[in-house]
């Protein structure tokens, strides 16, 4: 038994790298270690991305699939983490294109149980309606990198890998939409 390459038992062991390898040639074991690896992050960043955990939780399973289905094309098994994350992001994308632009609370009773009272309400919607606003004027490089860093939790690293740019591009857009996302914000202020 070398390091290198973990029996199945050790695999919570076993780097990134090789767990994607022999997830990528059907090994069901490495990929379930990268998924309860991983997991946790990935339904963080669903759950700042979606407006309820049903439908962050659900996001995160069709990115576990996604993930299963092309871990073997997957070129860079060390960026597998960067890799999730962004399957997520498209995921939680593709789940608010589904989703009704307003639903009606009686959808989610969840909402009922805890909902605040109508002076919160305004005040959390109108701070919700502004960023959306501000987010939405951003150009999309600016807000792929804020999102990833301030929903998604990223490093500057990370979200280099993820995008395919390198970190000093990343703190310049984040730096730039730092900037605008103040101004345009300063009003609701």
């Not at 990115?63 to 871990?71: F, G, H, N, R, V």
Request: hydrophobic share 40%; with cysteine; proline share 5%.
């Amino acid at each position: 038994m070398t390091r290198s390459n973990p029996p199945a038992g050790r695999l919570a062991d076993a780097p990134d790298a090789l767990l994607a390898e022999r997830a990528g040639d059907g090994d069901v074991a490495a990929f379930e270690t990268l998924a309860r690896r991983h997991g946790p992050l990935m339904r963080a960043y669903s759950r700042r991305l979606m407006s309820s955990p049903a439908e962050a939780d659900d996001v995160v399973q069709e990115s576990l699939i996604t993930a299963w289905k092309e871990i073997g094309d997957l070129r860079d098994g060390a960026a597998v983490k960067a890799w999730l994350m962004r399957i997520v992001a498209h995921r939680a994308v593709d789940a608010g294109r589904r989703r009704k632009s307003h639903g009606n609370i009686a959808d989610h009773p969840e909402a009922i149980d805890k909902a605040p009272g109508p002076e919160q309400s305004a005040v959390a919607g109108s701070a919700s309606q502004a960023l959306r606003r501000a987010l939405a004027g951003l150009p999309d490089e600016q807000r792929r990198c804020w999102v990833l860093k301030e929903y998604g939790g990223q490093s500057y690293e990370e979200i280099a890998q993820t995008l395919g740019i390198s970190a000093t591009s990343v703190r310049g857009r984040l730096a730039r939409a730092r900037t605008t996302l103040v101004t345009e914000m300063e009003e609701w202020r």
